[in-house]
């Protein structure tokens, strides 16, 4: 099978996979240990850590998906 493109997809999904879980081990854990340190945040850092965790599980669990089945099956 001949690889025609110069997109390498298994280390995008990886790479993909493991961005999202950053994005959402830092909103969650924020979000925990800025609870646990100063009781109550404002409403815009809760909205921040909220957003980067839902955002991060998206990416986590969207990117092997499409980078490790959708695309290569596309070429």
């Known amino acids: 099978m001949t690889h025609y493109s110069?997109?390498?997809y298994p280390k995008?999904?990886?790479t993909g996979f493991f961005v999202g879980?950053?994005?959402f081990v830092v909103g969650t854990g924020s979000e925990?240990?800025?609870h646990a340190?100063?009781?109550s945040l404002p409403q815009w850092e809760n909205t921040l850590l909220f957003?980067?965790?839902?955002?991060g599980f998206?990416?986590?669990f969207a990117s092997p998906f499409?980078?490790?089945i959708i695309m290569p099956l596309t070429e």
């Open 37 to 39: 340190l100063f009781g």
């Open 51 to 55: 957003a980067m965790a839902l955002v």
């Open 32 to 34: 925990l240990v800025g």
């Open 12 to 14: 995008l999904a990886k």
């Open 66 to 68: 499409v980078f490790g």
């Open 21 to 23: 879980l950053a994005l």
């Open 58 to 60: 998206a990416v986590g």
């Open 6 to 8: 110069g997109h390498d």
